[in-house]
C-alpha cells in the first residue's frame, strides 16, 4: 500500500493549488519542499522599517558579487539583508550557460517559493492566446480553448482574491474581481488622451493579486485587505497578497490531509514498468543526505518549470532511457520567458497641487493591441505595457535639514512610464539540459541553460519601444526620454515556462490538455512546463487555474478507481 494517495512536488505558487483541491477532495497528501520552512510571524520582515537597520537594510556589494551576483542583478529592490533568506545563493546553486548565452535563474526555495516574492500582476489569457500556435503553425496546438479554462479562472480568481475592473476586452477576458485600486489623476488623463489618440489602446487599472474587500472565506484563512505600503517583497504579515503560504496551504491544512516535508530535494521519480505508472519518490535531505523514497498513487510535479524539467530527466530507466515521459524528446526543451527592454519616461504638467497617498501594488495596464485591434504589424503575437504616474520632487540636489526637506515636499510635474513586456515564441532549440559531469553539493546534475531571442522578439521590442514615445506625446508629456532597446535576458523576467508543453500529439508534446503526461497517466506537471506558448500576461494565474483543473481531475479518476 502507498504512503500516500498524492504526493505534491514542490509548495509554490501551483503546488499549493495542487495540495490545496486534492486534500479538499479527501485525498492524504504529502508536499515535497526542497528549501526550509518559512512561518510567517517568524520570517516575514514586512515591519522592519529600513531606517532601523544598517545600511538601510543594504547588503554588502562584496556578499552580493560571491553569493547573489544573478539574484540581485535580477530583482535588486527585492533582496535585502532581510529578505535573503528568500532568494537561493548563487554560490550554492550553481549551473551553466550554453556558449555565447546568459540566462537569469532566480528562484527561492522554501516554503511558498517564489508566490512570496512575485510582483502579483494577475492577468488571464485570452481566446487569441490559445489559438495563435495553429493559426501560424508555431510549436504544437495547445489541446485546450479559452472556453474550457474561463470556469477554472473564475474559481481560482474568487478564492485568491483579484483587485481588478470589468473593461469589456476580449483579448484580456474580464474575471472575478474584488475593488480595483484607483488610477491617479495624471494616470486618468493619461488614460483619455491615449485613448483618443488611438483608438484599438485601452489604458485600465493594474489587476494585482491584493485583497481589497476580503470574503468570509479569506478572512476565515487570517487574510485581511491590503494596507498599501508595498513591503510585498518581504512578505505580508496580513497575508493580503496571494501567496501558497497565505492562502492554499493553510486551507489544505485545514482538511487534516496535508503532511508536508521541508528540506527534501527531489532526486528522481520511480517507475515501474509493469503498471505504466509512477510509484515513489527519491528524495535526499538537504541538511543530512540522507536518501529515501515516498510512494503514493498519483505525482503531481510542481517544482518549477526548469526543475520540473530537470527532475524528469534524471528519472532514467530501461523504458525511458532518455528522462521521464520524455518519449517525444520535448522535456527540457521550447523554453520560454517574458521579454522587456523597451519603454519610454516623461513629465505630464498640470497637477503639481496633487499628491498621492499610499503606495499601490499596482499602477496601470495596456493590454496587448498588436495584431488585435491593430492589424499588420511586422512581427508576430504582441506585448502589454505595465507603468504608472506619480509626482516627482522639485529638487534632486543635494542637502540637508529643514530646506531640504520642504523643498521635497513642493512636487513639480508627475513622471509617466510604461514598459513593454512581450511574448517569446517557442523554440525547440530553447532548452535545460543535464550537465554531464558537473553535480551539485547533493550529487545531482547542475542544469545546463541554452536559449537565445529570435528576430520576431528583437522587431517587436524595436516597435514597442516607437509605440510607448508616440503614447507619451500623444498624452502631452515633456521631456519624453527612451533609450536605446536593451533586452532582458532569458529568465530575468522570472516567467519561465514550456519545458513540457501540453499538445494533442504524443510525439511532439509531453502532456495532454489535463496536464497529464501522455506516457504515464499518474503523472501530472502543472507550473508553468505546461505551456504551449507564453502570451504576453503574467502567466501566474493561468498556472493556478489549470493546477486545480488537473486536481479535479485527478480526484475524479482516483475516485472512480482508475488508480
Not at 334 to 340: E, G, K
Not at 458 to 477: P, S, T, Y
Request: hydrophobic share 35%; glycine share 10%.
Amino acid at each position: 500500500m502507498a504512503d500516500f494517495d498524492a504526493i505534491v512536488i514542490g509548495s509554490g505558487m501551483s503546488g499549493g493549488w495542487s495540495a490545496k483541491e486534492l486534500t479538499e477532495r479527501g485525498l492524504k497528501v504529502l508536499v515535497l519542499e526542497r528549501g526550509p520552512e518559512i512561518v510567517p510571524e517568524r520570517d516575514y520582515t514586512d515591519r522592519v522599517l529600513p531606517w532601523d537597520r544598517p545600511n538601510l537594510d543594504r547588503i554588502p556589494q562584496d556578499e552580493i558579487a560571491e553569493h547573489y551576483p544573478k539574484q540581485y542583478g535580477g530583482v535588486a529592490y527585492a533582496i535585502k539583508e532581510t529578505t535573503k533568506h528568500f532568494w537561493v545563493k548563487d554560490s550554492e546553486h550553481p549551473y551553466e550557460e550554453a556558449e555565447g548565452t546568459r540566462y537569469d535563474w532566480l528562484r527561492g526555495y522554501h516554503t511558498g517559493g517564489r508566490s512570496i516574492m512575485w510582483s502579483r500582476q494577475t492577468y488571464r489569457l485570452g481566446p487569441q492566446d490559445f489559438e495563435a500556435n495553429q493559426r501560424e503553425g508555431i510549436g504544437v496546438d495547445w489541446p485546450v480553448r479559452y472556453d474550457d479554462i474561463a470556469p477554472w479562472y473564475d474559481y481560482v480568481e474568487r478564492f485568491a482574491g483579484i483587485a481588478g475592473n470589468a473593461d469589456g476586452l476580449s483579448q484580456l477576458p474580464d474575471g472575478v474581481f474584488q475593488p480595483a485600486f484607483a488610477l491617479t489623476c495624471a494616470e486618468e488623463d493619461f488614460k483619455s488622451k491615449v485613448e483618443a489618440a488611438f483608438p484599438g489602446r485601452n489604458v485600465i487599472a493594474a489587476r494585482v493579486a491584493h485583497l481589497t474587500d476580503a470574503t468570509e472565506e479569506q478572512r476565515a484563512l487570517g487574510r485581511s485587505n491590503c494596507r498599501v505600503r508595498n513591503r510585498c517583497e518581504h512578505g505580508c504579515i496580513y497575508r493580503a497578497y496571494f501567496s501558497s503560504i497565505n492562502a492554499t496551504l493553510p486551507a489544505a491544512q485545514r482538511t487534516g490531509n496535508l503532511t508536508m516535508v521541508h528540506n527534501a530535494i527531489v532526486q528522481s521519480l520511480e517507475y515501474d514498468p509493469a503498471t505504466a505508472r509512477v510509484t515513489g519518490i527519491r528524495v535526499i535531505d538537504a541538511e543530512t543526505k540522507q536518501t529515501r523514497v515516498y510512494t503514493s498513487r498519483v505525482v503531481f510535479l510542481n517544482a518549477s518549470t526548469i526543475a520540473s524539467a530537470m527532475i524528469l530527466l534524471q528519472s532514467t530507466s530501461e523504458t525511458f532511457p532518455n528522462g521521464l515521459a520524455n518519449r517525444s524528446d520535448q522535456v527540457g526543451r521550447n523554453l520560454m520567458d517574458h521579454i522587456s527592454g523597451a519603454g519610454a519616461r516623461g513629465l505630464m504638467s498640470g497637477f503639481e497641487d496633487k499628491t498621492v497617498f499610499g503606495r499601490r501594488p499596482g499602477g496601470i495596464y495596456i493590454p496587448r493591441y498588436a495584431n488585435i485591434t491593430e492589424t499588420d504589424k511586422p512581427y508576430l503575437r504582441g506585448f502589454g505595457y505595465q507603468g504608472g504616474a506619480r509626482p516627482v520632487s522639485s529638487t534632486n540636489g543635494p542637502g540637508i535639514g529643514r530646506s531640504f526637506k520642504e523643498a521635497h515636499r513642493a512636487h513639480g510635474p508627475w513622471s509617466v512610464s510604461i514598459g513593454a513586456f512581450g511574448e517569446q515564441l517557442p523554440s525547440p532549440d530553447n532548452r535545460v539540459t543535464l550537465h554531464p559531469s558537473r553535480l551539485d553539493q547533493w550529487g545531482n546534475p547542475v542544469a545546463v541553460l541554452n536559449v537565445t531571442y529570435g528576430d520576431n522578439e528583437r522587431i517587436m521590442m524595436e516597435e514597442a519601444r516607437k509605440d510607448a514615445i508616440a503614447m507619451l506625446e500623444a498624452a502631452g508629456c515633456t521631456d519624453i526620454t527612451s533609450g536605446d532597446v536593451n533586452l532582458t535576458r532569458p529568465g530575468n523576467r522570472i516567467h519561465e515556462m514550456g519545458s513540457a508543453r501540453m499538445g494533442r500529439d504524443p510525439g511532439t508534446s509531453v502532456l495532454n490538455g489535463r496536464c497529464q503526461a501522455h506516457d504515464i497517466d499518474n503523472l501530472f506537471v502543472t507550473d508553468g512546463s505546461f505551456m504551449a506558448s507564453s502570451a504576453c500576461q503574467n502567466p501566474s494565474l493561468t498556472y493556478m487555474a489549470f493546477s486545480a483543473r488537473a486536481a479535479d481531475y485527478a480526484a475524479d479518476l482516483m475516485a472512480d478507481g482508475t488508480f
